[in-house]
């Protein structure tokens, strides 16, 4: 098993639809969780932290779910310009600063 | 104020040829990543730096990668003998602290060997 895992996707959505992804990982011991956005042929950009208590940014709310491992990005209203690759974070594990980024996965939103 | 750079932006050189990428953080910026990133894949780390400490090396694929950092600043990863399987893009990443959440990417050098 990888050790984080993500849909690649594509997700095909139409403006102002709401869009879920979720990521699963595979060490009950990691310790901190990130979304990154990466755009086509650019670099990768941190979107938000996870947090245990779930946390909210706008039209972004990443959720943490320690007891099955996996965390959550929702995006209510899609905008064209969410179209992108969204990268799912894990570090911490063992104390180690080492950051695991899953494959992402690929949003595309259509007029 | 300025981000991370990374020189070149695209490299093309011919199987068993060394390169040299060079990668410069944000100014005050204690730690310092290595990734690389394959055409349709996730980011592979491969080395960290945090100010004057030892670098966790345990992300090089092979001893043909190396990577330096002098101080806190500019970093070069080296590869030596190129071959085909290490055509990627290369990115490095720099943060405050090496237990910040926020890894600030730098546009990456793209590597082709031919």
């Known amino acids: 098993r990888k050790e984080v895992e993500q849909d690649p996707g594509p997700f095909n959505v139409p403006e102002g639809a709401t869009v879920a992804f979720n990521c699963t990982y595979s060490n009950s011991a990691s310790q901190s969780f990130f979304w990154y956005r990466q755009d086509c042929r650019k670099e990768p950009k941190l979107l938000m932290s996870?947090?245990?208590s779930g946390n909210e940014d706008g039209r972004f709310t990443a959720q943490l779910n320690r007891a099955s491992q996996y965390i959550s990005l929702l995006i209510r209203d899609s905008k064209l310009s969410d179209s992108a690759t969204y990268l799912c974070?894990?570090?911490?594990?063992?104390?180690?600063?080492?950051?695991?980024f899953g494959r992402g996965t690929s949003l595309i939103v259509h007029p | 104020g300025a981000g991370v750079s990374q020189s070149p932006s695209n490299k093309v050189t011919e199987k068993g040829k060394d390169v040299e990428l060079r990668c410069d953080p944000i100014?005050?910026?204690?730690?310092l990543y290595w990734y690389r990133q394959r055409l349709g894949q996730g980011l592979e780390f491969l080395i960290y730096f945090q100010g004057n400490s030892a670098p966790d090396k345990s992300g090089l694929p092979s001893d043909r990668f190396s990577a330096e950092r002098t101080g806190e600043s500019v970093s070069t990863l080296t590869i030596q003998r190129t071959q085909q399987e290490d055509s990627a893009v290369y990115l490095c990443?720099?943060?405050?602290?090496?237990?910040?959440?926020?890894?600030?990417f730098g546009p990456g050098t793209r590597l082709t060997v031919l």
């Open positions: 100014s005050g910026h204690t730690a």
């Open positions: 996870v947090y245990s």
């Open positions: 990443a720099s943060s405050l602290r090496l237990a910040s959440d926020t890894q600030y």
């Open positions: 974070v894990v570090r911490g594990t063992g104390g180690s600063y080492i950051p695991t």
